[in-house]
């Protein structure tokens, strides 16, 4: 495909993508629900596919982050290079999240 030229090509192509996004994200949930380990789970295609995506993707894992949804902690270390969870923040689903919004806003992904 080539790359998008005007505004609204642009804007084509990101709605495109973003619900390739959640097709590929609401199956790798249903699929990956009942893995006991996560490191299974971000080894799974669907998951694959999602970081293959590249950094268009981050504020839509943030925003599912927002409402209280989403394990993209994997994916979005892979995609950024940060890891902003301190050890003893590990294993808190819920504050884990809210560090990574914080990171996100730090950074520019997030308004």
Known sequence: MATPRTKNERAEADDVLYREFRRLAEKWEEETSGYAFRSRAVQHVEHQQIVDMGERVIPWMLDDFAAGQGDWFYALRL??????????ERGYVPKMRAVWLKWGRQHGWLD
């Open 79 to 88: 995609l950024t290079g940060a890891n902003p969870i301190k050890e003893e």
